[in-house]
């Protein structure tokens, strides 16, 4: 059975004392049957006994058996009154850590976000302050103490203090001054008695294993922020240790929601950063790619820098580096702890089938057409566009920026295998993708020097986040430039254009201006929206037209500067 906890109620009752008045309640009934039960052995061996059974009468037999029952009646009631006290016991442990935990903590948060209304009268806030200040005065710190005897308790109350100190420090700063209740002071003063307790136990025998999960570490890591500015050597090293032992229980992937415990324990302890790094290899050895992704987004440097490390001699393999795809896969920190899209997992399961029917053709797409995020594109059409580099055939080309924050282009693959399919035997697609203005303009002229001696671009799918006045970082200035401008000429004559870009389509915006700049039949959208549909046209001198749908129904085609109704 578990430990009573000597906790203390509101009426500053102790536990302990419930459960001796109880235990010694039960210590007279056993005292009581004790003495019954001598009374009769003393008279079953009494003489007077003995002659009675002389003449037959079996009284020694009797008191023998009466002797026995009250015997097995002791050993059954003592158990099961002692399962019972437990059992009471166990109940008012719990009553008591919600009325002087739970409770106390529900109330103060109610009261900081009440005190935020700014409709409140001056009377109504001094109650509430008046009403925090009696919360904090009487607070029990020592049930939190007391409830690190308990596994049971010390989740629950772990989960109390998760709970409330969740909200950022400004919350309870808010309403500090002289006059009032310093909150943050009571949240400090409550994450140090958590703190301390656990380095106690620490010291003393450890925690209890089943309790070191990443709920109870979570609340660690929001009690040690609040008291960040108190550096306690002692607490921090037993933190460390901590820290280490969470090592063989909690996996990567959760270990990276708790960045600052890593990083603390990963600057005290030489046995902590050998026991991560070789976590991290066997995660890379055995492919866990989700836990692999959320160490490389960690805000945790320790952790982030072994992560990528490792990753980045996995990719070694296929002649490309943790810095070529980096940006591309949003390999930094991430506000959600991890939690973001996996581009490790789905790239690196997409290279590995590429691999599989052309080695080396990773590197050669990356090198030559900048692709970093393979798993946006159908397989068949990235082996047919390495089969085909070095041939300068007719094409149009897929231009894809890296700059992707919500993941819009990964959903493209579906339009790009359905271009592939109804331009086959005619027209190449060529894939590339690009970072920044200069290197979208590059990469057109990359493939100008390529193939344009003999066929020029004939459409371009263009992807990049936009707005009415600029796609990606590209506007009505930037294509009135020398540069922008010379590109026309990378281009055959009337070419189209599709746009997948937010409102880029919008009447005056960058698609109209695009249509006249570049004598070009322009597709795209005027309000935010994804590609729907592409419908390829071949008329009867084989010149490619499109028919584009956006979703919403809200595409528009724009020609050589004019708003007019899509080719059939």
Avoid at 117 to 125: A, G, L, P, S, V
């Amino acid at each position: 059975m578990e430990k009573i906890p000597n906790l203390i109620d509101n009426d500053n009752n102790r536990l302990k004392d419930v459960e001796s008045q109880k235990r010694g309640e039960l210590l007279s009934t056993i005292k009581e049957k004790r003495s019954q039960r001598d009374d009769l052995l003393k008279e079953s061996s009494s003489l007077k006994t003995k002659i009675k059974d002389i003449f037959g009468s079996h009284k020694k037999e009797s008191l023998e058996y009466e002797i026995r029952n009250i015997q097995d009646r002791l050993y059954r009631d003592v158990n099961y009154k002692k399962e019972n006290i437990y059992k009471e016991l166990s109940n008012e442990s719990r009553e008591i850590i919600i009325e002087t935990i739970e409770k106390p903590l529900v109330d103060l948060k109610n009261i900081f976000y009440k005190l935020s209304d700014n409709t409140n009268t001056q009377e109504e806030n001094d109650l509430l302050k008046n009403n925090a200040q009696n919360i904090i005065e009487n607070f029990k710190f020592q049930n939190i103490i007391e409830g690190f005897n308990n596994p049971t308790l010390l989740k629950k109350i772990n989960f109390y203090l998760d709970n409330f100190l969740e909200n950022d420090n400004y919350v309870y700063d808010k309403y500090n001054s002289k006059d009032e209740i310093n909150f943050s002071s009571f949240s400090r003063k409550l994450s140090k008695v958590f703190l301390s307790e656990i380095s106690n136990k620490i010291e003393n025998g450890g925690i209890y294993e089943h309790n070191i999960d990443i709920n109870f570490l979570k609340t660690v890591k929001r009690a040690q922020n609040f008291n960040s500015f108190n550096h306690d050597m002692q607490i921090e090293n037993n933190l460390s240790i901590l820290m280490n032992d969470a090592i063989s229980k909690i996996d990567i992937f959760y270990l990276s929601q708790v960045p600052e415990l890593v990083d603390l324990a990963a600057n005290r302890s030489v046995e902590f950063r050998e026991n991560l790094n070789n976590k991290i290899s066997s995660n890379l050895i055995a492919e866990k790619w989700s836990d692999i992704n959320s160490a490389c987004k960690s805000s945790s440097k320790y952790l982030s820098e072994v992560a990528l490390e490792g990753l980045d001699n996995y990719l070694n393999v296929y002649g490309i580096s943790v810095g070529d795809v980096k940006f591309a896969w949003e390999l930094f920190p991430q506000k959600s702890d991890g939690y973001k899209f996996n581009n490790i997992e789905v790239n690196i399961l997409k290279m590995k089938e590429l691999e599989t029917s052309r080695p080396g053709i990773v590197k050669s797409l990356f090198s030559e057409f900048g692709i970093k995020e393979f798993h946006r594109y159908p397989t068949n059409v990235l082996i047919k566009q390495f089969d085909t580099k070095d041939q300068d055939l007719p094409y149009g080309i897929v231009l894809f920026t890296n700059d992707d924050h919500n993941d819009a282009f990964d959903l493209d693959r579906e339009i790009i295998e359905s271009m592939s399919k109804q331009t086959e035997n005619k027209l190449l697609i060529r894939i590339s993708e690009f970072q920044s203005r200069f290197s979208f303009l590059k990469n057109l002229a990359s493939f100008n020097e390529r193939y344009g001696k003999k066929n020029k671009i004939e459409y371009l799918l263009w992807g990049a986040h936009g707005w009415q006045a600029a796609i990606g970082n590209i506007g009505n200035l930037q294509l009135n430039g020398k540069g922008a401008k010379r590109t026309k000429d990378f281009f055959i004559d009337k070419p189209e254009i599709i746009l997948a870009s937010c409102s880029t389509g919008a009447e005056g915006a960058i698609a109209q201006k695009m249509s006249e700049i570049y004598n070009a039949t322009v597709h795209a959208p005027s309000i935010p929206s994804n590609l729907e549909k592409v419908l390829v046209n071949f008329d009867s001198q084989n010149k490619l037209h499109f028919n584009v749908e956006f979703q919403r129904n809200c595409g528009n085609t724009y020609s050589f500067g004019n708003k007019t109704d899509q080719q059939a």
